[in-house]
């Protein structure tokens, strides 16, 4: 079945730093790519996706390349900021997956000091 | 501005209680979906509703049932809680069940059992 394997925190980074939490994937076919963030005491929020290989997702200055030959699915940012700390969770959601299934991988803790 | 309301955000039960887990979605919806979280393991899918009218099982949906009362509403209900069943409960909604459409979260409800 699908999986996704994420690296364990959790990740502790002084602001500024370069910041990469590694993640990879094994499903069938085509899955999309997609990676939360989850703040203390909320819920999860989207932060960015992919679809299909090569794509590369980015919002508030994360980025996340979708790597088809290495099954992988990296978040990266240049240059963390205090509200940065956060869960971050990677997921995909394979195209004949019930139910708009995600898989996630079991969460990084970050935490960034000023 | 609301998104999905969960409630209650945190309850206590005795073994063999029973409780509703409340949800409720303002975006209008087609999809929702519950969901545990327990350390180190990411987010499992208990039970989702693609559409009003029908509800089906997710990957871990038994000592669970669910509602859907209308298209804004999906509730999660233990009939006989149990100690394994402690974790964190999330329910989510998506504009379409679809591989592609983003799952929007609510907050949370920490569920204790003793």
């Known amino acids: 079945g699908d999986s996704v394997t994420q690296m364990e925190g959790p990740v502790t980074l002084s602001e500024e730093a370069f910041l990469t939490i590694n993640c990879t994937y094994t499903a069938t076919g085509y899955p999309s790519l997609f990676w939360y963030v989850q703040y203390p005491g909320e819920g999860l929020q989207l932060l960015l996706k992919a679809t299909k290989a090569d794509d590369k997702g980015s919002n508030k200055g994360f980025e996340a390349t979708y790597r088809k030959e290495t099954t992988s699915f990296h978040l990266e940012k240049g240059s963390v900021q205090v509200s940065d700390s956060a869960v971050y969770f990677c997921?995909?959601?394979?195209?004949?997956?019930?139910?708009?299934?995600?898989?996630f991988g079991g969460g990084t803790r970050v935490l960034v000091k000023p | 501005n609301a998104g999905v309301t969960q409630t209650p955000k945190f309850q206590v039960l005795k073994t063999g209680q029973s409780m509703t887990l409340q949800c409720a979605q303002d975006?209008?919806?087609?999809?929702m979906y519950w969901y545990r979280q327990d350390p180190g393991m990411g987010l499992r899918l208990i039970y989702y509703?693609?559409?009003?009218?029908?509800?089906d099982k997710g990957e871990v949906p038994n000592g669970y049932n669910v509602s859907r009362l209308n298209k804004r509403e999906f509730s999660l209900r233990l009939e006989s809680a149990a100690p394994s069943q402690t974790s964190v409960y999330f329910c989510?909604?998506?504009?379409?069940?679809?591989?592609?459409?983003?799952?929007?979260f609510g907050n949370g409800t920490r569920l204790t059992v003793t």
């Open positions: 975006m209008n919806h087609n999809s």
């Open positions: 997921a995909l959601s394979g195209y004949k997956a019930a139910g708009n299934k995600l898989t």
């Open positions: 989510a909604s998506s504009e379409v069940q679809g591989y592609n459409s983003p799952l929007h």
């Open positions: 509703s693609a559409s009003e009218g029908t509800t």
